[in-house]
């Protein structure tokens, strides 16, 4: 039921769905490494709502960061809550505006002994040269923000998944390394599962048990049905997402240990295509070495330095791999290296 309301989220282009700390914290404490020295941007955040930039204003010194950019588009219904940023109209009504956050360097502002967010919301309030209004509407396709992804070393962020196609072109157009939330059924997006197949994009470390719960903005709740979202905690689960990301990662190195034996009474071939259908990532068989379809979950065990991926879901005939006039649902093709 988390999967339909997440397609239907989707499809009406409510993208609101805003990432816990703890999420944040348990996936990119394996990037850590990769964080020195760099710009990081987040292009779709609130500074005063985004998780993704309270993590990394809150750690700017110790990840040692050159800088720290995030913006906001100005249709989020949250955008400036904490903060009264607001633009007067000619009628003299208020409306809400994107804005900009650069910071270069944290520092205890508040001479508590040591630098915290509460330094982070001093530097924003006081420092005229760290927030500014955008020109545009702060949509990450707009020229303003094109430019600050130019500038940009690593994307870290949750971009709207209804465009998450249009998102993810754009950071391969311009080369940028990566770490992003997305829908997992968009690994079989005819334009992304190119970019996985040809290593240019794979799966992270992914959400704990498999559970992703974001905030949503008030008054959605009753979009979800009982078990999904949770009242009290303003927390909407969904099972249908992951991290994408380009970086690398030890989790893509580690060889999957295989035990299965092969039989044909377990392994049927399939109708269209010379290959062998397995059912779940831990049925590969350690003793066959021809083409196998395996799930979509398996790409949260992908080592390319063991498997190579051939194509995805349809036999020589383009249609849907089938056995016995069976299709299983999605597999991906791979064969052992």
């Not at 924003?124 to 509407?137: A, F, G, I, T």
């Not at 970086?247 to 049927?268: D, M, N, V």
């Not at 390319?304 to 056995?323: A, H, W, Y």
Request: a neutral charge.
């Amino acid at each position: 039921m988390a999967t339909r309301n997440l397609d239907k989220a989707k499809v009406a282009k409510k993208d609101e769905f805003y990432t816990q700390l703890a999420d944040i914290e348990n996936e990119l404490k394996h990037y850590r490494q990769h964080f020195r020295g760099k710009v990081i941007l987040c292009n779709c955040d609130d500074p005063y709502e985004s998780n993704f930039f309270k993590y990394f204003a809150n750690n700017f010194n110790a990840f040692g960061l050159k800088k720290l950019i995030a913006t906001c588009y100005n249709g989020s219904p949250i955008t400036g809550q904490e903060l009264p940023l607001f633009a007067i109209d000619e009628e003299g009504t208020e409306k809400k505006v994107a804005y900009k956050v650069e910071i270069t360097e944290v520092r205890d502002v508040n001479g508590d002994g040591r630098v915290d967010l509460a330094d982070v919301r001093h530097l924003l309030q006081n420092d005229r040269n760290v927030l500014s209004v955008l020109k545009e509407n702060g949509d990450f396709r707009s020229r303003e923000c094109i430019e600050l992804l130019k500038e940009a070393d690593i994307v870290v962020t949750n971009p709207p998944f209804s465009l998450f196609r249009e998102y993810v072109a754009q950071l391969m157009k311009y080369e940028k390394k990566f770490i992003i939330i997305g829908p997992y059924n968009a690994i079989t997006y005819k334009e992304i599962f190119p970019l996985i197949k040809d290593n240019k994009i794979w799966i992270g470390y992914g959400f704990k048990a498999g559970n992703a719960f974001f905030r949503i903005p008030e008054g959605r709740g009753a979009e979800y049905v009982e078990g999904v979202f949770n009242a009290e905690t303003h927390l909407v689960k969904f099972r249908n997402c992951t991290w994408f990301t380009n970086l690398e990662i030890p989790k893509r190195h580690e060889e999957l240990i295989l035990f299965q034996t092969y039989s044909e009474e377990k392994y049927p071939k399939y109708d269209n295509y010379d290959a062998i259908n397995v059912n779940a990532t831990n049925d590969i068989p350690v003793d066959y070495d021809g083409a196998m379809g395996v799930p979509i979950t398996f790409l949260d065990k992908y080592n390319p330095e063991q498997f190579e991926i051939i194509r995805f879901r349809k036999g020589n005939d383009e249609k849907d791999l089938s056995v016995n006039g069976k299709c299983p649902y999605f597999r991906i093709l791979i064969k052992k290296k």
